[in-house]
C-alpha cells in the first residue's frame, strides 16, 4: 500500500485494510469509510488538521467566527495584538496621566474620559472573551511583535481572557548592516523566553525561515520555552507603482507552490526537540493538507483559501481529506503524520542537497512555441 513520491521516498508503514478473518469486517471497512481526523496541537485535542490562521478578516468580527466553527474550524487563531499597538496603548495612558498635572487647582482632580482607554488591548480582550464564550473549538490569541520589552506582559491578560493558547509572531526585518546574526536570534529567544515567564499557556512561536541555521533556532526556541512552531510568517512585500513613483502594499494570497518551504522545514524537524508543527501558507486544497501531515505538521492553518472563497472552503478541505484517507486505505489522519518527515524516509538526503541536484539535472525546458506565457 506504500505510495511512491517525488524522489522515489515512500510513506512508511501504511495501515493495511481489514483482512477477511476480521471479527466484523463490515463494521471495519465502514470505519475506514468515516476516518477519524481528530488530532493534537499543543496539547489541545482537535476535531480535525483544519486551523483557521491569523487574520484579522476572518478573525475581527465576532459574528463570522461561529460561521468558521460550523463549516468545519477545528480551532481559531485570532488576528494579531501588536507590539506598537500596546506600547503606543501605554504611551497614550501616560500622557493622559500628565494632563492637568500643572494646571490650577480646579483641575487637580480632573480624570480624562474612560472611553479614552478603550483602546487595542482592551478591545482585543473583550473579542477573545466572547470568542471563549460563543465557541466550543480552542481559541488561540496572537502576540506580534519584534522586541523584547514591556508589550510581553500583555500575554498575562490573553490568558486571563480564557486564551486556550498564545500564537507569537515574531516578524522583524533586520536592516541594521552592524547587527550579527547571532544577536539577532538571542533577540527573538530573549522575547520567547520573556512570554513564556508570563503565562502557563500552551506557547507557539510563528515566525520566518529567514535565519543562518533554523534548525539550531528551533532547538534553542524549544530550550526557551516554545511548545510548538508554526512555519512560516510570510513576509508580504512592497511594490512600486511606476505610475504613480509610490510604494504601495499590494497583498498577493498565496498559492499551493507556497507550501514547499514549510513542508521542508517541517519535514526536517519532525520528532526532534519536542515541538509540535503547524504548516502555513499554501493550503488551499485536501491534497495540500495531506503533504503537509505526512510531512510531520500537526495541523495545518488556512487563511488565503478562505479569504479567496469564504468559510465554506473548510468543508471543502475536510471532506478532501476525507475522500483521499478512505481511497488510500486509511482509518484515520494520525497515521499521516511525519510518515514522510526526513527521520522516516527512507532516502532522507532527498530533503537536503540531492534532492536540489535531481531537479536542475532532470528539468525539460519547454520550447519557444510551447511557452505559456511570456514568463
Not at 483557521?52 to 460550523?70: Q, W
Not at 480564557?162 to 533577540?187: C, H, Q, V, W
Not at 526537540?273 to 492553518?301: E, F, I, P, Y
Request: glycine residues 8%.
Amino acid at each position: 500500500m506504500g505510495r511512491v513520491q517525488s524522489g522515489g521516498i515512500r510513506c512508511q508503514n501504511p495501515p493495511a485494510p481489514p483482512e477477511l478473518g476480521h471479527p466484523d469486517p463490515l463494521e471495519a471497512w465502514q470505519a475506514m469509510a468515516q476516518p477519524d481526523l481528530s488530532t493534537t496541537w499543543l496539547g489541545l485535542p482537535l476535531r480535525s488538521p483544519l486551523v483557521v490562521g491569523a487574520a484579522a478578516p476572518l478573525s475581527e468580527d465576532p459574528a463570522t467566527l461561529p460561521r468558521l466553527e460550523e463549516e468545519g474550524a477545528a480551532a481559531i487563531v485570532l488576528h494579531s495584538l501588536f507590539e506598537e499597538q500596546l506600547e503606543q496603548e501605554q504611551l497614550n495612558l501616560h500622557h493622559l496621566s500628565l494632563l492637568g498635572s500643572e494646571s490650577y487647582g480646579e483641575s487637580l482632580t480632573y480624570v480624562p474620559e474612560g472611553s479614552l482607554f478603550h483602546v487595542g488591548s482592551e478591545l482585543y480582550l473583550r473579542h477573545l472573551e466572547q470568542a471563549r464564550s460563543r465557541l466550543a473549538i480552542p481559541v488561540i490569541a496572537s502576540l506580534n511583535g519584534q522586541h523584547p520589552g514591556g508589550w510581553v506582559r500583555y500575554a498575562r491578560q490573553l490568558e486571563g481572557a480564557g486564551a486556550s493558547a498564545i500564537e507569537l509572531n515574531i516578524y522583524t526585518l533586520p536592516t541594521d548592516p552592524n547587527r550579527d546574526s547571532a544577536s539577532i536570534e538571542a533577540e527573538v529567544e530573549a522575547i520567547v523566553r520573556e512570554v513564556r515567564a508570563e503565562v502557563r499557556l500552551p506557547l507557539a512561536v510563528k515566525l520566518g525561515p529567514y535565519f543562518t541555521n533554523f534548525a539550531a533556532m528551533a532547538r534553542r526556541l524549544a530550550a526557551a520555552g516554545a511548545d510548538g512552531l508554526t512555519l512560516f510568517n510570510r513576509f508580504y512585500q512592497p511594490d512600486i507603482d511606476i505610475e504613480t513613483l509610490e510604494v504601495r502594499s499590494n497583498l498577493l494570497l498565496s498559492t499551493p507552490h507556497d507550501l514547499r518551504l514549510p513542508l521542508r522545514w517541517i519535514a526536517l524537524l519532525h520528532g526532534r526537540h519536542g515541538l509540535d508543527l503547524a504548516a502555513t501558507s499554501g493550503v488551499h486544497r485536501g491534497t495540500d493538507v495531506v503533504r503537509l501531515l505526512m510531512a510531520g505538521a500537526c495541523v495545518t492553518q488556512v487563511v488565503g483559501a478562505l479569504l479567496r472563497h469564504g468559510p465554506k472552503r473548510l468543508r471543502g478541505l475536510e471532506e478532501e481529506l476525507r475522500l483521499w484517507l478512505c481511497e488510500h486505505g486509511h482509518a484515520s489522519a494520525r497515521e499521516l503524520v511525519g510518515c514522510m518527515s526526513q527521520s522516516r524516509c527512507p532516502t532522507p538526503l532527498d530533503y537536503e542537497r540531492v534532492q536540489y541536484m535531481r531537479m536542475l539535472q532532470t528539468f525539460q525546458p519547454a520550447t519557444a512555441e510551447g511557452a505559456p506565457g511570456p514568463w
